[in-house]
């Protein structure tokens, strides 16, 4: 089927939907992005996600190039022209195009927008899910604003593909004080053998991720314990459960890290429980 993107205002193939050499999000990384899940049809948690990204523009003082209702109408349009019903939409908002310098235009640029669908395979993840995925650990190189959701992705491409050449799914990094931060493209957690989830504190050195938000509430619904505090591999290992959590891979149970199986090295049932019961505490808005 024929991918369509929109650029700007306007919906094109992807063949022909471009954005200039100059513009500051190819040149600098200069640019954040959000992506939401779409399922059955509907938008997951739009509020939270373009809350999220008014909060990565204010940071970086760039301007929301249209409203909110705007911008959601396009996020739906891209879904809808791409016949998404079960996937993930993306946009990326840069600062804008410019003869290259590192310091912002001025004046301010119309900031350039890219949005784009893909579906997937429900059934693929859920198979996934059902197996559990091996991580293993590298050291966190990133900058310290990690909250804001920069396309700024080079370490993060790093630790994926160190994890792919290990045979695994996902890297945890490890901050100097040997703690775990969060995984490559997803927050990362482990159940304690008394049964508390374990998540680290939002506030410094990882991304807010709308599903580790969303999964507090659920936590909260199931009865469950929450410490949100920092761990180390150490404990993670020792642990009964572990999982990361994103819009495209909801809860995913962690089965090994390093090599060294976690519990029993299946995905256990607080990780399984948590991602049958997630939905039921997200927004959903119809395409
Ligand atoms: N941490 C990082 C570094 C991420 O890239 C992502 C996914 N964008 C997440 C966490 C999870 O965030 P969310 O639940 O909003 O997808």
């Known amino acids: 089927m024929t991918r369509i993107a929109h650029v700007n205002g306007r919906y094109l193939r992807h063949a022909n939907a471009a954005v200039s050499i100059e513009d500051r999000g190819f040149q ?37 190039p249209m409203s909110r209702a705007a911008l959601l109408v396009v996020l739906k349009e891209t879904a809808r022209r791409n016949r998404v019903r079960d996937g993930s939409v993306y946009l990326q908002i840069s600062r804008g195009q410019a003869p290259r310098d590192h310091a912002f235009p001025d004046p301010q640029l119309p900031p350039t927008v890219v949005v784009t669908a893909k579906p997937h395979d429900r059934a693929k993840g859920e198979a996934q899910a059902a197996k559990g995925i091996a991580v293993v650990t590298v050291p966190d190189n990133r900058w310290e604003r990690v909250d804001i959701k920069s396309v700024g992705l080079l370490p993060n491409c790093l630790a994926k593909q ?30 304690t053998r008394d049964g508390h989830l374990v998540t680290r504190p939002a506030e410094f050195g990882i991304l807010r991720g709308i599903t580790r938000t969303v999964l507090l509430e659920v936590a909260a619904r199931l009865g469950l314990t929450v410490e949100e505090r920092a761990f180390t591999p150490q404990e993670a ?20 890290l390093d090599g060294r ?3 029993d090295g299946r995905p256990g049932p607080t990780a399984l429980a948590l991602r049958q019961a997630f939905h039921a505490s997200t927004e959903r808005v119809p395409l």
């Open 28 to 64: 600098f990384a200069d640019a954040v992005y959000e992506v939401c899940e779409i399922r059955d049809g509907e938008l997951v948690d739009p509020t939270r996600h373009l809350d999220r990204l008014e909060r990565s523009l204010r940071e970086l003082r760039i301007r929301m």
């Open 237 to 256: 290992t020792e642990a009964a459960e572990a999982f990361i959590t994103a819009a495209t891979t909801l809860v995913m149970p962690v089965v090994s």
């Open 261 to 263: 199986a976690i519990g």
């Open 162 to 191: 160190a994890a792919v050449e290990a045979g695994a799914k996902e890297a945890w990094f490890v901050d100097a004080d040997g703690f775990v931060t969060e995984g490559s493209s997803t927050n990362a957690w482990i159940v």
